[in-house]
């Protein structure tokens, strides 16, 4: 691991609990917690993806290496080594993925989740953004 994506990952660990220990009040729902579905539900499979560090290994426009983080709570971090952080929101609404970046709301199709892939389409204008991630080792974010 080089220097530069050993800061990354330290930065982005730190933000992310920093996130988590700073979360609302246990008895509220969590936007994105998706822990109560049918086990062969939609939203059941999407579990793997929570609280998980996601880096991006192929994309038609994302840099590769950018990390992304679903955090359980709803929110979602996205960071490389090329940018600031950036704090968003994710959702599921009728088994749909959404992604809400810099304000702006796009919905995404999973293709393949597991504990150790995960396949987006996003659909923003232009082009959609298809992005094939792995899970940084066993890093979880609780």
């Given at each position: 691991?080089?220097?530069?994506?050993?800061i990354?990952?330290?930065?982005?660990?730190?933000?992310?609990?920093?996130?988590?220990?700073?979360?609302?009040?246990?008895?509220?729902?969590?936007?994105?917690?998706?822990?109560?579905?049918?086990?062969?539900?939609?939203?059941?499979?999407?579990?793997?993806?929570?609280?998980?560090?996601?880096?991006?290994?192929?994309?038609?426009?994302?840099?590769?290496?950018?990390?992304?983080?679903?955090?359980?709570?709803?929110?979602?971090?996205?960071?490389?080594?090329?940018?600031?952080?950036?704090?968003?929101?994710?959702?599921?609404?009728?088994?749909q993925?959404?992604?809400?970046?810099?304000?702006?709301?796009y919905?995404?199709?999973?293709?393949?989740?597991?504990?150790?892939?995960?396949?987006?389409?996003?659909?923003?204008?232009?082009?959609?953004?298809?992005?094939?991630?792995?899970?940084?080792?066993?890093?979880?974010?609780?």
């Amino acid at each position: 691991m080089t220097g530069n994506r050993a800061i990354t990952y330290s930065l982005f660990a730190v933000i992310a609990l920093g996130l988590t220990a700073c979360s609302s009040a246990p008895d509220k729902p969590a936007r994105g917690a998706v822990h109560t579905a049918a086990p062969d539900s939609p939203s059941h499979r999407l579990e793997a993806l929570i609280n998980r560090v996601w880096t991006v290994r192929a994309s038609n426009a994302v840099t590769t290496g950018t990390l992304y983080v679903f955090l359980e709570d709803g929110t979602l971090v996205i960071t490389s080594s090329y940018s600031e952080p950036a704090l968003g929101q994710w959702q599921l609404q009728d088994g749909q993925l959404i992604l809400v970046e810099q304000g702006i709301r796009y919905q995404a199709d999973v293709l393949a989740v597991d504990r150790n892939e995960l396949r987006l389409v996003v659909h923003s204008p232009g082009e959609p953004v298809r992005m094939t991630l792995t899970a940084a080792g066993e890093t979880r974010v609780h």
